[in-house]
Antibody
Framework: QVRLEESGGGFVKPGGSLRLSCTVSGFTFGDYYMSWIRQAPGKGLEWIAYISSFSDIIYYADSVRGRFTVSRDNARNSLYLQMNSLRAEDTAMYFC?????????WGQGTLVTVSS | QSVMTQTPSASGAPGQRVTISCSGSSSNIGSNHVYWYQQVPGTAPKVLIYRVDQRPSGVPDRFSGSKSGTSASLAISGLRSEDEADYYCAAWNGSLRGWVFGGGTKLTVL
């Protein structure tokens, strides 16, 4: 069955970096666009990045543009989010999601905590 | 502050009908499909409604969606205790080139 699994979350100090991964199975990864969405504790959903099948179309939310970089390796069935210059307000659960016409399948998320 | 606005909370007794509204703009709801997600705390969101009023297989017909202009609604009839969750509307925003979500509505089944 379709499965998405995020990893790489953890505790980091402000200004630090972290790289998240999303490993998928159960479908042909290279056929799908992907997105990252985050959810701060007790808050709502915030889309942050979008990448096309061959990485030729990439969009970011204003809140992360210039600090975060989304990438993918279709041969490894993996999606990545490189997060630099982290701030306290980046503390959140980070989800990867598969795009059909909508965000149809989601992983369970990985928690990122930014604190001194 | 979310680009799309939802009432923060809603409630109803078992068996009742509740409606959750979502207000957007011409850049999102006004020009694109609307989607509704259900999130039980501690779990990943799950799509309930796609393309305004379509249900994925497995979603009961107690859930229905509609759209008018720059607003959309999710109706839940025959409320059940397992419907207690957070509900989010979502749409692609052409001017922002990204997905936008409503702030979420916490549904309580009394």
């Amino acid at each position: 069955q379709v499965r998405l699994e995020e990893s790489g979350g953890g505790f980091v100090k402000p200004g630090g970096s972290l790289r998240l991964s999303c490993t998928v199975s159960g479908f042909t990864f290279g056929d799908y666009y992907m997105s990252w969405i985050r959810q701060a504790p007790g808050k709502g959903l915030e889309w942050i990045a979008y990448i096309s099948s061959f990485s030729d179309i990439i969009y970011y939310a204003d809140s992360v543009r210039g600090r975060f970089t989304v990438s993918r390796d279709n041969a490894r069935n993996s999606l990545y989010l490189q997060m630099n210059s982290l701030r306290a307000e980046d503390t959140a659960m980070y989800f990867c999601a598969r795009e059909t016409e909508w965000l149809d399948k989601w992983g369970q998320g990985t928690l990122v905590t930014v604190s001194s | 502050q979310s680009v799309m606005t939802q009432t923060p909370s809603a409630s109803g007794a078992p068996g009742q009908r509740v409606t959750i509204s979502c207000s957007g703009s011409s850049s999102n709801i006004g020009s694109n499909h609307v989607y509704w997600y259900q999130q039980v705390p501690g779990t990943a969101p799950k799509v309930l409604i796609y393309r305004v009023d379509q249900r994925p297989s497995g979603v009961p017909d107690r859930f229905s969606g509609s759209k008018s202009g720059t607003s959309a609604s999710l109706a839940i009839s025959g409320l059940r205790s397992e419907d207690e969750a957070d509900y989010y509307c979502a749409a692609w925003n052409g001017s922002l080139r990204g997905w936008v979500f409503g702030g979420g509505t916490k549904l309580t089944v009394l």
